[in-house]
């Protein structure tokens, strides 16, 4: 194994150790099942030291990594460049070696994307989006450059709505719409993609996504980005009202996918990652 092979994820404090790390799991099972001889390990970086971490992979060699919280925008002065996505939503949690430059990318939203896709084409649909978070902020400007014909942000806060709001509009010209989030949502009927972007849901099987459940009619497209549980109250909501439901397993794993892809050039096997980030979650 050559010292160019290695991988590393940039977490912050409150990151769990590299034993019991899902996404840890999930990409070195891609790595053995497609024969390469690369790692992918986990390593605690603290603010402070980013701008050393950052400067030490590429003096290693290091073909790129992933940075989480706190790192996704505090990472962008480290770099020598951005993807497209990354620039317009201004975070990364993927930095690919390319031509010697750090470029970061982001592949949170396009791991969603890719989800949707072995469902839905997006191109032109109308989208209902909770949430206007990290996930929600990636998903959001990765439909928009998918072509998406209008997307209404629905959010507590807001300020983070309205914000999210006008960078769809203002950068990708896009028809996006803010309604602040207060008791039942009703889903307009012309709507359809409906996701959850809000982390309501996450160890919460029970917790309930505020929304009218008899606006959601059959055929709509129903998403979460919540993976743990990876059946969510949302899903059997939607699904029982006759919508197709989307689990956020599927970007998990996609959004892996891509990374791999982008690092090692080989687009790796999806029902191999899936298996081995559920087993590493003990599904
Ligand atoms: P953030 O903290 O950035 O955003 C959280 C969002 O949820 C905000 O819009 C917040 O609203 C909203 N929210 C949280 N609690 C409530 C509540 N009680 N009522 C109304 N709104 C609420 O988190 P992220 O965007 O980074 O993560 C969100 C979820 O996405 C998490 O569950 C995370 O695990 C998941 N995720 C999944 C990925 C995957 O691959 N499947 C990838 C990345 C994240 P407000 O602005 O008002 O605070």
């Known amino acids: 194994m050559s010292k160019g092979n290695f991988l590393h994820e940039l977490t912050g404090s409150m990151s769990e150790g590299a034993a019991g790390n899902p996404t840890v799991a999930m990409i070195e099972a891609a790595f ?126 807001e300020p983070r709505g309205a914000e999210l709001v006008g960078l769809l509009r203002d950068k990708l010209e896009l028809d996006a719409a803010f309604v602040a989030w207060s008791g039942d949502h009703a889903i307009p009927a012309e709507t359809d993609i409906v996701i959850n972007g809000t982390s309501i849901g996450l160890y919460a099987p029970e917790a309930r996504l505020a929304l009218d459940l008899s606006t959601l009619k059959p055929g709509m497209v129903a998403a979460d980005v919540v993976f743990n549980p990876v059946r969510t109250r949302f899903l059997d909501d939607a699904a029982a009202r006759g919508c197709r439901a989307i689990d956020g397993l599927g970007m998990l794993v996609n959004q892996g996918i891509v990374g791999v892809r982008y690092w090692t050039g080989v687009t790796p096997d999806a029902a191999v990652m899936r298996k081995a980030l559920e087993s590493a979650m003990g599904l």
């Open 32 to 157: 053995a099942h497609h024969g390469l001889h690369w790692r992918y390990i986990n390593m605690e970086v603290t603010p402070r030291d980013l701008a050393a971490a950052v400067r030490g992979a590429k003096a290693m060699g290091f073909r790129g990594f992933n940075c989480s919280l706190p790192h996704k925008v505090a990472v962008i002065p480290h770099l020598d460049g951005l993807g497209e996505s990354a620039a317009v939503m201004g975070a990364v949690n993927c930095v690919v070696r390319r031509c010697e430059e750090f470029i970061g990318e982001n592949t949170d939203g396009k791991g969603f994307l890719k989800s949707l896709e072995s469902v839905i084409n997006p191109k032109g649909k109308s989208v209902v989006l909770f949430g206007a978070g990290g996930a929600a902020r990636a998903i959001a400007v990765e439909l928009g450059l998918a072509g998406v014909k209008r997307i209404t942000i629905v959010n507590r806060s």
